[in-house]
């Protein structure tokens, strides 16, 4: 029978795991979570859910097996399997399971998802393994030290095992971050701030350097739709080098593809077969129409050659 020494001791290594798992999953796809939800995307936490429960129960898991078999080879090869595991979670989860989650919504994303696999793969899979594999080495390598000390402390020992699992484990997920989901990010963040410049500055006098370097010409199609209150975009579809990326904009109904290049917005235009039925002009361009003044001249954006 373990002794109550031991099962504290254990359950310590479990919080450990779990810490390392959830602290992981949260800078590996809770920040890219909140920053998408920041831009208007639809299912921002699609991610990190799933990313944050697989993570921390096989934290807690690899954590307690650690301190519960106490082998240096075999914690070697349980924080190398975490490691494994979430490298693959950084390819899997932003490209096959956001292709098939989002298929599941609707129709209208079943029939345009296009995601390719990137181009190089396995030197993504090579460096995560690399970044990943480290920390995820040197947290689990100083687990029997970090739980020790918690036993002979009071609460200082809980506060030491979230410490060192955040900041290891933190610089593992930021690097999974930087290696994926940045460059699919960066693309949606300049497009919503493209409709937020268009939006502030609509009727307003435009300097048309500033014009073309915000890509207002891309939004010309849809002038009307920028003012309904509410958007949701959808990454639909990107290139395996991550150059071109397309986006579904749903305006309550009314649907806009848009198109960015290396993080340019190039295009937006309606989608006929899908808003035909519900589009309705919510706001006339008579009334309100997308006019700036530019240097000084009322003028149509186009006629600017923006």
């Not at 190398?80 to 919504?105: C, Y």
Request: charged content about 15%; aromatic content about 10%; hydrophobic content about 50%.
């Amino acid at each position: 029978m373990e002794m109550p020494f031991e099962r504290k001791k254990h359950r310590l290594g479990l919080l450990y795991g779990l810490v390392a798992g959830v602290a992981f999953s949260f800078f590996a796809w809770g920040l890219d979570a909140i920053r998408l939800a920041n831009s208007h995307v639809a299912y921002p936490y699609a991610k990190f859910v799933p990313g944050l429960i697989i993570c921390g129960l096989v934290g807690a898991a690899i954590g307690w097996l650690t301190i519960r078999l106490n082998r240096w080879y075999i914690t070697v090869i349980l924080w190398l399997v975490f490691a494994v595991l979430g490298v693959w979670l950084m390819i899997w989860l932003p490209i096959e399971f956001s292709a098939e989650f989002l298929s599941r919504q609707s129709p209208i994303f079943a029939q345009r998802i296009a995601y390719s696999m990137i181009d190089s793969v396995d030197q993504f899979r090579i460096i995560g393994m690399l970044v990943v594999g480290v920390m995820m080495l040197i947290c689990g390598s100083i687990e029997s030290t970090i739980v020790e000390h918690a036993l002979s402390t009071a609460n200082g020992g809980i506060i030491t095992i979230v410490l060192i699992c955040v900041l290891l484990m933190g610089i593992a997920g930021l690097g999974v971050d930087d290696m994926i989901n940045k460059p699919l990010r960066e693309p949606v963040q300049v497009l919503d701030d493209l409709f937020d410049f268009a939006i502030a500055n609509h009727g307003k006098e435009v300097d048309k350097t500033l014009a073309r370097k915000k890509h207002l010409s891309a939004v010309e199609d849809i002038s009307d739709l920028l003012l309904v209150n509410g958007r949701r975009i959808t990454l639909i579809a990107f290139d395996p080098m991550l150059g071109q990326l397309d986006f579904l904009v749903d305006f309550h109904g009314t649907w806009v593809r848009c198109t960015t290049i290396y993080s340019q917005p190039t295009d937006c235009v309606l989608v006929e077969e899908l808003s035909h039925k519900y589009y309705s002009s919510p706001v006339q361009k008579a009334d309100y129409p997308f006019w700036g003044i530019v240097n000084g001249h009322p003028s149509n954006l186009l006629s600017c050659g923006i």
